[in-house]
């Protein structure tokens, strides 16, 4: 596990952890005085360190740093439509996990779940802390971000922006996702659209589609968890961000 720290808190070659790491380290970790511990300033510095002090507060003196080399080469936001909360969160935890850059949720018509202002932020707060211990946990580099909640009209203009948008759509007008990505070739940021457990409306598919190329994942219907961890995979394979052997 990986434990993230700000470049500006290292002091005289040593750094104090937060209590909320400094208690998992002690009471879950076990670590001890002399172990060794993996921190990062989420920004693609890596640290190796050895443990100072225990306690309320860890010290770590740092023993050498290096740029990251668990990060893709290319950003991946996704754009998804909020769902159910379990299905939401693991999708956030596994794309995360994988190699998502950012990820930007967004209410649509057939969305079952609706958020006033109050649930978006409490929301937002839950689903960036599971973003977090994701990043820990998979050894991540960089701290990936879960935007505020927004429309599905501002998802799709945040995506347009990107070198190789996707969307993804299971019905008309639909483009192979290998092709699409073979054209895209050389892009370093991608953005890909994914709907609720409705899906989208054919107002909102029409929308997206005036500006967004739409594609297909295969000939099956996936979960609206799945769909954007497939697409997710493809472009990190594609882009030859995958080590999966010979």
């Known amino acids: 596990m990986r434990f993230f720290i700000e470049r500006g808190e290292i002091a005289d070659g040593a750094v104090t952890l937060s209590a909320?790491?400094?208690?998992?380290?002690?009471?879950?970790?076990?670590?001890?005085?002399?172990?060794?511990?993996?921190?990062?300033d989420g920004q693609g510095m890596d640290y190796e360190g050895v443990i100072l002090a225990t306690g309320p507060a860890v010290t770590v003196r740092i023993t050498g740093q290096a740029p990251s080399a668990t990060e893709p080469t290319v950003d991946v936001t996704l754009y998804a439509g909020l769902s159910k909360g379990e299905r939401?969160?693991?999708?956030?935890?596994?794309?995360?996990?994988?190699?998502?850059?950012?990820?930007?949720?967004?209410t649509s018509r057939y969305c079952v779940v609706k958020v006033d202002e109050r649930d978006r932020q409490k929301k937002q707060a839950r689903l960036q802390k599971i973003a977090v211990e994701a990043c820990k946990q998979s050894l991540r580099s960089r701290l990936v971000e879960v935007a505020p909640v927004c429309t599905f009209?501002?998802?799709v203009e945040q995506a347009g922006q990107a070198q190789c948008p996707l969307f993804l759509y299971e019905k008309e007008n639909r483009q192979s996702l290998s092709a699409l990505l073979r054209q895209g070739r050389g892009s370093q940021t991608y953005a890909v659209v994914?709907?609720?457990?409705?899906?989208?409306?054919?107002?909102?598919?029409?929308?997206?589609?005036?500006?967004?190329?739409?594609?297909?994942?295969?000939?099956?219907?996936?979960?609206?968890?799945?769909?954007?961890?497939?697409?997710?995979?493809?472009?990190?394979?594609?882009?030859?961000?995958?080590?999966?052997?010979e």
């Open 153 to 155: 009209q501002q998802a």
């Open 88 to 106: 939401f969160e693991f999708l956030v935890q596994k794309a995360v996990e994988l190699g998502a850059r950012r990820i930007v949720p967004f």
């Open 194 to 245: 994914t709907g609720p457990e409705g899906g989208f409306s054919p107002e909102e598919a029409a929308y997206a589609m005036e500006t967004i190329p739409s594609v297909s994942v295969g000939p099956r219907i996936l979960r609206c968890e799945t769909a954007p961890l497939a697409a997710l995979c493809a472009i990190l394979y594609e882009t030859s961000n995958f080590d999966i052997g």
């Open 20 to 40: 909320e790491d400094s208690a998992h380290i002690g009471r879950v970790l076990r670590r001890r005085v002399g172990d060794s511990l993996s921190l990062c």
